[in-house]
């Protein structure tokens, strides 16, 4: 099963894209499902069917699901969102973790990502397009699952070994919520959803396709996404650049337009070689329902295969004493090693990730660390533990 995400900054035409190649793969034959983890719901306009909770035949072979987020929301999520920041707050974690825990709140999000998992799980599918929201929230939900795990494996075995020995006291002295053993289980369950959807999104049939305008300020923040969703694990293995003017018949106001945008278009092959670049025109109007949304992958993808398995390295590779982190666009100044226990931690500008060292590195310490090519290498001190 192959598993197709989209993300990009606002407006740039992410449902499109992701609503045209789910519309190519089920004319090819492919059971396709096609999911938006977005709150703005656009899918089923731009596929134009009928909102409904139920997966939704949009075309021969083509399903769309709409997570009602809502209910979902109010079925498991209250309890746990509070819970989480009960547990932390009693724990006297510091500012840092506690601030890290607010990222939490995406939670309709997460909710869209497990009913993803859900159906990942069936079976049913050749093909799963997702339809993510804008690129700064999608970031912070892909990294939540590994955040989180961050949180939970540290703190869930502690919390509850502390909590079954002392609970009668804190109930009775500290008035703090010691949980249920039904809603432990329940976080436990949540947690180990995520990781699953973490693993399917990080897995070796997933890819991300980074789609953006030919516009400056869009080409500047999908540069920073690049850096980011590899930082995090993923895997990209395409940019698309929508709704490119026509050069023909231009007029002055065009041609300005044209001549800024092929600017553009040499900036964004230079910067994103060697992802293929896969353009789409700027169309005489709203790309809407199957027949024109199928013009748009013909003229996304041309002859290029769009559900072959994704190329290129992983994010992410171990071998010997090194390990190597492909950062691609990632500035040298704004790249930063750290180590706590036997996590590493690396940021890269505002993102930061803990990655849990293997276990043949995790007692090392980092004999060097470079960043060249778009790679960071962490070298680490042979000949067992620091
Ligand atoms: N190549 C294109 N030509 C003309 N209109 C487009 C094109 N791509 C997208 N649109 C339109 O632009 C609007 C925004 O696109 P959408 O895919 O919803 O963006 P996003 O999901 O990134 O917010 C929609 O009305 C869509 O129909
Ligand atoms: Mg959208």
């Known amino acids: 099963m192959r598993v197709l995400l989209f993300t990009g900054k606002g407006g740039v035409g992410k449902t499109t894209a992701a609503a045209a190649t789910a519309t190519l793969a089920a004319e090819r034959g492919l059971k396709t499902l096609v999911v938006s983890t977005d709150t703005a719901h656009s899918l089923a306009d731009a596929l134009a069917v009928p909102p ?27 309890e746990l969102r509070e819970y989480a920041r009960n547990v932390l707050r009693e724990l006297g974690l510091d500012e840092i973790t506690s601030e890290e825990i607010t990222v939490l709140p995406g939670a309709e999000e997460i909710i869209a990502l497990l009913e993803l998992r859900e159906q990942a799980r069936s079976g049913h599918w050749d093909v799963i397009v997702v339809d993510c929201a804008p690129t700064a929230e999608t970031l912070r939900l892909l990294a939540l699952p590994e955040a989180l795990d961050w949180h939970v494996s540290r703190l869930l075995p502690g919390v509850r070994r502390v909590l079954r020995l002392v609970s009668p006291v804190i109930r009775n002295v500290a008035k703090v919520s010691a949980p249920e053993g039904a809603v432990l289980s329940a976080g436990e369950r949540l947690h180990r959803g995520l990781m699953e959807v973490r693993e399917l999104l990080t897995g070796d049939d997933t890819s991300v396709r980074l789609v953006l305008t030919p516009e400056a300020v869009v080409v500047a923040e999908a540069r920073r996404t690049l850096t980011s969703l590899s930082l995090y694990g993923y895997r990209v ?5 929508n709704r490119v003017f026509p050069a023909e018949d231009a007029d002055d106001w065009r041609r300005g337009w044209v001549e800024a945008q092929a600017r553009q278009l040499e900036e964004i092959h230079h910067s994103f070689a060697p992802l293929p670049v896969h353009t789409v025109p700027y169309l005489p109007a709203e790309p809407i329902g199957p027949r024109a949304l199928s013009e748009v992958a013909a003229e996304m993808y041309g002859d290029a295969d769009p559900f072959a398995p994704p190329s290129g390295e992983p994010p992410m590779r171990v071998g010997g004493d090194e390990l190597v982190l492909a950062l691609p666009l990632a500035d040298k100044e704004a790249v930063d090693l750290g180590r706590k226990g036997e996590d590493l931690i690396v940021t890269a500008g505002p993102y930061r990730r803990v990655i849990a060292l293997p276990a043949a590195l995790a007692r090392r310490g980092i ?20």
């Not at 293995?237 to 650049?241: I, K, S």
């Open 52 to 78: 409904s909770r139920e997966p939704v035949q949009a075309a021969p072979g083509l399903y769309l699901q709409q997570v009602d987020t809502q209910k979902a929301l109010e079925r498991h999520w209250g």
């Open 237 to 241: 293995d395409g940019v698309v650049a």
């Open 367 to 386: 004999a060097s660390a470079v960043l060249r090519d778009g790679h960071l290498r962490v070298r680490f001190e042979t000949g067992g533990a620091k």
